[in-house]
């Protein structure tokens, strides 16, 4: 039988050493190597951890206020731009407003001055149209008399050819030649 069972039994038993004789509390040997033993770990920890902790707490509680003072800098610097760019938008309606006001009144000298130019082009070729007429009509005038002159004198030529006989011929040729020699002599006396 076991010790256990021995103690359950009411026998005298044997002490197990895997038990401590205090729920909470080691045994002495334990405590006498192990309250030092803690107490330098703990002191090394201190003296030469501490430090480093301590450090790099105070590094990280740094960057963070670094972090936090950016983003503060960064926002003011964003609502600035974004007040400036209200500011540059209401002036890009009034620069937009301006600009289109001069393009109304370019756009209506350019009008004015298209129509006038226009109404002048006009009465120039209205004028030019007119004298082209005058000239093409002259023109066909003095054609169609020319026209009318050749065709009379060959009419004439033929009538006379066909009318008159070589005698009738003959005096009209000499009553021409007698009177171009007598116009002749009043030129010279002129």
Request: net charge negative; proline share 2%; glycine share 6%.
């Amino acid at each position: 039988m076991t010790a256990a069972n021995e103690a359950m039994n009411g026998f005298v038993a044997v002490e197990d050493p895997s038990q401590t004789h205090h729920w909470l509390w080691p045994e002495g040997y334990e405590l006498l190597f192990g309250v030092p033993a803690t107490l330098l770990v703990f002191g090394l920890l201190y003296w030469k951890a501490w430090p480093v902790i301590k450090q790099g707490m105070a590094a990280r509680t740094q960057r963070v206020q670094d972090e936090l003072d950016e983003a503060t800098k960064a926002r003011g610097d964003a609502e600035a731009e974004a007040a400036r760019i209200r500011e540059a938008l209401g002036d890009i309606e009034t620069e937009r407003s301006r600009i289109l006001a001069d393009a109304d009144v370019q756009a209506e000298a350019t009008l004015v001055d298209g129509r006038q130019r226009l109404d002048a082009e006009t009465a120039e070729m209205e004028s030019k149209a007119a004298s082209d007429l005058e000239a093409a009509a002259s023109r066909s005038g003095d054609e169609l008399r020319s026209e009318i002159v050749r065709l009379s004198s060959a009419v004439i030529d033929r009538v006379v050819v066909e009318s008159v006989d070589d005698t009738a011929h003959q005096e009209l040729i000499e009553a021409y030649i007698s009177k171009v020699g007598a116009g002749a002599g009043v030129r010279n006396d002129v």
